[in-house]
């Protein structure tokens, strides 16, 4: 039973337009959502997160958007840049806090120079 | 920032052998870490998660006596992959969390079982 999905296994960008990665979730416990950045054989990283209270968070080129009614958030980057070029996670979990996140599948997100 | 440190990053073993993943938080006390395993293009699957001086919590399919999991301090936790297996191949990781939140990743072990 995969709660969290990223239905695109990849996604092409040219650079400097946006990039729009999307994830689905089902359980409706999930209350916080986050982005993770990862390359191969490395540690994801974190890029940004969202509650459950909020409908938009940005930090810098990152931007979440959370619609909770649809159970679907998703990450803009804009404007893309050929660094951006990683597999984007996206996780979720019960609480804010040491708790265990459920992650999607991962998007490859390849920025064309 | 939250520095989350593993040894080694990668390790070759002989089947039937066991071996020890390391990971500590260097710069904070981590009151619970994450075990995690990812296969090939795939997601990362939760295997089991540790509070320090308690037992494990592993997730339902993964053994636990298989994957022995300690947690001795605030900056250290232990997966033991017991009599490994060539199916045990895969990359580890660990994230270290503070009674706070925030998930923060190690970099990641490779197993490679012949």
């Known amino acids: 039973d995969q709660q969290v999905k990223q239905n695109s296994p990849s996604l092409s960008v040219q650079e400097g337009r946006i990039s729009i990665l999307n994830c689905d979730y089902t359980n409706s416990m999930f209350d916080y959502f986050l982005w993770y950045k990862k390359y191969p054989a490395e540690g994801p990283t974190f890029l940004i997160s969202?509650?459950?209270?909020?409908d938009k968070n940005e930090d810098g080129r990152f931007t979440v958007f959370l619609n909770k009614s649809a159970k679907h958030l998703s990450l803009h980057i804009v404007p893309s840049q050929p660094g951006d070029s990683a597999v984007y996670f996206c996780?979720?979990?019960?609480?804010?806090?040491?708790?265990?996140?459920?992650f999607g599948q991962g998007t490859r997100l390849t920025i064309n120079p | 920032g939250a520095v989350v440190s593993q040894h080694p990053s990668r390790v070759i073993c002989k089947s039937g052998t066991s071996v020890k993943i390391e990971c500590r938080s260097l710069d904070f006390q981590a009151t619970t870490m994450f075990w995690y395993r990812q296969f090939p293009k795939k997601s990362l699957m939760l295997m089991a998660t540790?509070?320090?001086?308690?037992?494990?919590?592993?997730e339902q399919g993964v053994e636990k006596d298989k994957f022995l999991i300690n947690h001795a301090s605030l900056t250290l936790s232990t997966l033991t992959v017991t009599s490994a297996h060539p199916e045990d191949s895969s990359f580890y990781i660990c994230?270290?969390?503070?009674?706070?939140?925030?998930?923060?990743f190690g970099p990641g072990t490779r197993l490679t079982v012949t």
């Open positions: 969202i509650s459950s209270i909020k």
């Open positions: 994230s270290a969390s503070r009674t706070s939140g925030g998930h923060y």
């Open positions: 540790s509070n320090e001086g308690s037992k494990a919590t592993y």
């Open positions: 996780a979720a979990s019960q609480f804010q806090g040491a708790q265990k996140l459920v």
